[in-house]
């Protein structure tokens, strides 16, 4: 199993771009909520892009550092960065700690798609310093509700290629679910002061964030055409999603965080 959406595929910087411009505005809300400080460690896991590194760094300047790890770097290196922000090609599942005693450790969709995800938690969480914050930001992709639509047709086709796109995802061994577990899942691991908070908006056609489904569908574009879809579907499908007669709620981003536990049992 693998990463469905390979980093070296032209779409890559059309999906980073609609995350930053969709999504950071509220992460960055979120990560504030922590308490991010001057003088912080930071470690920004999957880091895409790396806006959210650079802010981070900017955030934790004077004193402060940021690592941000990527298993393909190559993107966030086209972007210049602070000097506190370290840039690092590292696998989360796999590679020696980057490091430890962190004081916030941030992740957004990159669990998701990881099979090991529950494994990736627990060494995310050792990771960090007791008091430290872990900051998880999922998708729930199981709530796309299509707002508007020029026909019923085109409904029924935006669910079909959605719950084609989404299959792959779980061949992958993604979870599309994963969003909703998560607050569960810290709970369980021991950590403490748990809590989150949901950011959705409406997509219409021609927009800029219905640009992720572009780029999504347009990766995968050779295995729905082997699972069934026709050109014409496909066609059909891109038109689409430039039509502003057609709104589709936007992926349901929940984010979760929760504190190590200032002294453990045990300890
Ligand atoms: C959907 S993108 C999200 C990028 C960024 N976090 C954001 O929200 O804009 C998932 C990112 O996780 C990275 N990734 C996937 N598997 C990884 C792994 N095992 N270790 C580290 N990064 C990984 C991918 O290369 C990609 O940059």
Redesign the pocket.
Known sequence: MS?L?D?AADQTPD??SV??AR?DSFSKEQLNLTGLDPGWRCLE?????G??GNWLGERVAPGGEVTV????PRWAKTRPRPANVRLVR????RDPAPGDGYDLVH????LL??PERLRVLDRLVRMLRPGGWLVLEEFDCGWTPVLATPDEGATALFERVHAALMGLLEQAGAEPLWGRRVLGTMMRAGLHEVTAATYAEAWQGGGEGIGLHRANVGQVAARLRESGFGEHDLKRFSALLDDPAFVVNSYPMISTRGRRPRQEAGR
């Open positions: 990463y959406f980093n999906r980073f995350l930053e999504y896991v999957g880091g895409g892009g806006s959210l790890t990527d298993i393909e590292h696998d989360i599942t992740a957004r969709l990159v798609h990881l």
